[in-house]
Nanobody
Framework: QVQLVESGGGLVQAGGSLRLSCSAS????????MGWFRQAPGKEREFVAG????????RYADAVKGRFTISRDNAKNTVYLQMNSLKPEDTAVYYC???????????????WGQGTQVTVSS
């Protein structure tokens, strides 16, 4: 059973930075696409960033391109999301996802973390 645990969320002022981490248990991490989604109150969960299991393919949502960077350390079973130049509209619960056998995580990904709150004040 793969378990994903996010950390690093919090409250930050607009223009600030946060780094989210997602640690995974289980051997499946190294063979899974990993990524981040977010869900703001009253909105659908949306894709933020994804990385293939070897790190060769990376995708970002248009809203975060140039500001967010996803990376992974397979030796530590951890994926990261560096978020810079944060905006109030980035406020959401951020979820880590693992999608075995896929190049990039999908909303139908089979494994999810519990989420971590990111709040950006104006």
């Amino acid at each position: 059973q793969v378990q994903l645990v996010e950390s690093g969320g919090g409250l930050v002022q607009a223009g600030g930075s946060l780094r989210l981490s997602c640690s995974a248990s289980g051997e499946i991490f190294s063979n899974s696409a990993m990524g981040w989604f977010r869900q703001a109150p009253g909105k659908e969960r949306e894709f933020v960033a994804g990385i293939s299991w070897r790190g060769r393919t990376i995708r970002y949502a248009d809203a975060v391109k140039g500001r967010f960077t996803i990376s992974r350390d397979n030796a530590k079973n951890t994926v990261y999301l560096q978020m810079n130049s944060l905006k109030p509209e980035d406020t959401a619960v951020y979820y880590c996802a693992a999608d075995p056998g896929s190049i990039i995580v999908r909303i139908s990904s089979s494994h999810w973390g519990q989420g971590t709150q990111v709040t950006v004040s104006s």
